[in-house]
């Protein structure tokens, strides 16, 4: 039995490398749908279908807990998931299984609030609002997730998503970082235009940004304060696992990489991030 971690491409990495720091003994299984990503300018009811589809790969291939490392597929496809689809796998597989999302701890990382809470509505005026920038994949910019659950938990915070086509594409095919730079602070200063400043604090919402977190970083001013999903998606699933001590999810180290696309070595900017070459067999 393994942890699952899901992603369209090479992006949820960022978080698999983290959960694997946090939890080192458990079994871990990486699927990477390369054949179909990115899913961010597809349609609806199509990333649910490819969704479904890699999350029943990896419950065949041995995972208890799938964490969705695709900020597309947790926004669009999870809760269809969750309430019409787990349900049966359980019960066809015969085990406790389940998939998780990676959107709620970033908010609660982003707000300070458990998902749980809602503020009180009292129709005073908000005196300062700090403004959030969440970069982002069109498929998540058109869902407003973010500008939705952040509002239910804070009003003092405005949300504005900067929707960047393109940016994991060129991630996942290993583009140079000065091609990346470029991109990049394109849409850092294209959401500055529209605020009319740089926005209080960041939120990388595609896990491929995480791999260019530094360009980023570099495109803000200094000492902006940028959400990484790995380090809430890790504190999160702690949590959950503490909850939910009935879950087998291996204890050997054992460490798989598949993918839908073309197996073997990945670009030389994955191997960068990586810190080793990392070649993935075919799922």
């Known amino acids: 039995m393994a942890i699952g971690v899901f992603d369209s491409g090479v992006g949820g990495l960022t978080v698999h490398r983290e959960l694997t720091r946090r939890f080192p003994n458990r079994d871990f299984v990486y699927l990477a749908d390369q054949a179909n990503a990115p ?9 649910v279908d490819l969704t479904r589809a890699g999350c029943e790969r990896l419950f065949e291939a041995g995972a208890n807990i799938i964490v969705l490392a695709c900020n597309t597929a947790s926004a669009i496809a999870l809760r269809r998931l969750q ?3 787990v349900p049966e796998a359980r019960a066809r597989h015969g085990r406790p299984i389940n998939v998780l999302g990676i959107i709620v701890p970033t908010i609660e990382a982003a707000t300070g609030m458990p998902w749980e809470y809602e503020a009180e509505r009292h129709g005073e005026k908000v005196e300062a609002i700090d403004v959030t920038g969440v970069f982002c994949t069109a498929a ?16 003092d915070l405005a949300v504005f998503s900067e929707p960047c086509p393109g940016l994991a594409g060129l991630i996942e095919l ?6 990346l730079k470029v991109v990049v602070d394109d849409h850092v200063d294209a959401l500055r235009r529209r605020i009319g400043r740089h926005p209080d604090q960041a939120i990388l919402g595609c896990t491929h940004y995480e791999i260019v977190a530094d360009l980023f970083a570099a495109a803000l001013p200094p000492g902006t304060p940028v959400i990484h999903q790995p380090t809430a998606v890790a504190d999160a699933l702690g949590r959950y696992f503490e909850r939910h001590p009935e879950y087998d999810l291996g204890g050997s180290g054992r460490r798989d990489f598949l993918t839908s696309g073309k197996p073997g070595p990945q670009s030389e900017l994955v191997s960068q991030f990586w810190g080793a070459p990392l070649s993935f067999a075919p799922a």
């Open 83 to 85: 309430q019409s689809w």
């Open 174 to 179: 290993g583009a140079p970082a000065e091609e």
């Open 39 to 47: 899913y961010g300018g597809r349609g609806g009811e199509e990333i």
């Open 140 to 155: 998540t910019a058109m869902s407003r997730v973010y500008e939705i659950e952040i509002d239910k938990r804070r009003e």
